[in-house]
């Protein structure tokens, strides 16, 4: 399974980005979808994972502003990003799980100027 997400960019405080992940082959639809992100310096951290049948989680900080989705037929994982805010500056990751093994996305870097 590969993994590509693409959408990120340069926006101000309080813009909307949205990301995609592109899933090859058909294995998206039995799969764990999430996105993670990365700041300089920091840990990788998770942003919010949604589950086959599509139930969102997300982490506190970005309740209320992202949202989590999914597409099987059109093998794709969306993350929608409004009211972005400087902190949330990192490079975004696309990540799946299937049968207990990680994929990853090659990450695209998302910028929030204040």
């Known amino acids: 399974v590969q993994l590509q997400a693409s959408g990120g960019g340069l926006v101000q405080a309080g813009g909307s980005l949205t990301l995609s992940c592109a899933a090859s082959?058909?294995?998206?639809?039995?799969?764990?979808m999430g996105w993670y992100r990365q700041a300089p310096g920091k840990q990788r951290e998770l942003v919010a994972h949604i589950s086959r049948g599509g139930s969102p989680y997300y982490v506190d900080s970005v309740k209320g502003r992202f949202t989590i989705s999914r597409d099987n037929a059109k093998n794709m994982v969306y993350l929608q990003m409004n009211n972005l805010k400087p902190e949330d500056t990192a490079v975004y990751y696309c990540n799946g799980v299937l049968g207990g093994v990680e994929y990853w996305g090659q990450g695209t870097q998302v910028t929030v100027s204040s």
């Open positions: 082959g058909s294995m998206i639809s039995i799969m764990f």
